[in-house]
């Protein structure tokens, strides 16, 4: 199961920084902590101590932490919507990820030329969200145009979704994003294929300058809570040239320097760990003699859906799961001593998965 995150910006924001900086720590792809699969399409494993102490335990032959797709976008100018710069081709590459990590610029370099000549991290948010919503527009009078022919014919699923659409275009006319709609199950089904780009899940990153570390709460505020209510869009603070640093140096220089800089972990593990949780996954685990692996579902997912990413087969023929928690896995030294302490459960069809789930699926 493959999830992305569109790195998106106005040009000269470090938003190519930041994904170099991640492409710097490429390995094999069997193992899938990192691969390049093109030039601005990368995967990168999500940082999970717990694998590393399932693994003491099973002593396997590899461990492996499930990933996420991140993707380079183009840089976006003004009017992208009526096609300006790379704008056509920057909004359909944002079609097709699942979520968007959003930076913004909050440091000065003589060397790096804003596009706007200023430095104004809420005024860039502001640029990059108003077009996504015009971008909306135009799509959504579309589909208005589309519904309000078939409605005609009293398509009862026509009504359904021309009163959404109208919903929808209300909140863009006043440059609210789509996510903002409440819609019932029924309501989301008509409008599906609509493909609205501020209905996707949206992460701010705040891109500071190398002085500015430490003093993350004063950069915080520079950036209007207007911009990023709680509930809409999370915001995370990074250094991308701190990064591209960190990505240079072996493990345990990297970890040194980030111990000098009064760092528990490095701005890239922030922005992986957020982008999982804005898509709201969750982690569940097997481990054994031959691998420790994470593997991701929705949350919500039932267990014969979670079967299923492991192989598709185990989904059809899902008998029953044997699940332990993480937690029961560590504190009984694995599945044996977890049984024999009644520690291990067994779940049908309609268990929804927690995650941290160890588990063990038994399928035809």
């Known amino acids: 199961m493959s999830f992305s995150i569109g790195i998106v910006g106005l040009p000269n924001v470090g938003k190519s920084t930041l994904f170099r900086a991640l492409t710097k720590k490429a390995v094999p792809a069997e193992n899938f902590p990192f691969c390049t699969i093109d030039p601005n399409v990368g995967v990168v494993a999500v940082p999970d101590e717990r694998l590393q102490k399932l693994a003491e335990i099973s002593k396997p032959e590899k461990i492996i932490p499930t990933a996420i797709e991140f993707v380079d976008i183009a840089g976006l100018v003004k009017n992208a919507h ?4 790379l704008g056509n081709q920057f909004l359909a590459r944002i079609r097709e990820v699942d979520a968007i990590a959003h930076v913004v610029r909050d440091f000065k370099d003589e060397n790096v030329i804003h596009i706007e000549n200023r430095i104004d991290p809420e005024a860039d948010e502001q640029t990059i969200n108003l077009e996504l919503v015009m971008a909306d527009l135009s799509t959504i009078e579309k589909k208005i145009k589309e519904a309000q022919s ?4 009293h398509d ?3 009504e359904l979704a021309l009163s959404v659409y109208q919903k929808i275009k209300a ?3 006043v440059g609210a994003p789509a996510r903002e709609v409440i819609l019932s199950e029924e309501e989301k089904a008509a409008t599906r294929d609509t493909q609205l780009l ?7 990153v705040l891109n500071i300058a190398e002085k500015d570390i430490g003093h993350e709460e004063d950069a915080s505020q520079r950036l209007h809570p207007e911009v990023g209510p709680v509930g809409l869009w999370p915001k995370i603070i990074v250094s991308a040239k701190i990064e591209s640093e960190l990505s240079e140096l072996p493990d345990d220089e990297a970890r040194a320097m980030l111990k000098e800089l009064g760092l528990s972990q490095s701005g890239l ?4 760990v957020a982008s999982y949780k804005l898509l709201d996954l969750i982690t569940f685990l097997t481990s054994g003699p031959k691998e420790t692996r994470a593997w991701t579902v929705k949350r919500g997912a039932k267990a014969p859906q979670a079967a299923g990413v492991i192989h598709t087969d185990f989904e059809k023929g899902f008998i029953r799961a044997e699940i332990i928690s993480y937690q029961d896995f560590i504190d009984c030294n694995g599945e044996a001593g977890a049984r024999e302490k009644g520690k291990l459960r067994t779940e049908g069809k309609d268990y929804e998965m927690k995650d941290g789930d160890v588990c063990h699926f038994l399928f035809n």
């Open 198 to 204: 501020t209905a996707k899940p949206i992460l701010t």
């Open 150 to 153: 078939a409605a005609k014919g």
């Open 82 to 85: 009526k096609g300006e710069g």
């Open 156 to 158: 009862k699923q026509a």
């Open 269 to 272: 593990d922030k922005l992986i």
């Open 171 to 173: 909140k863009l006319n």
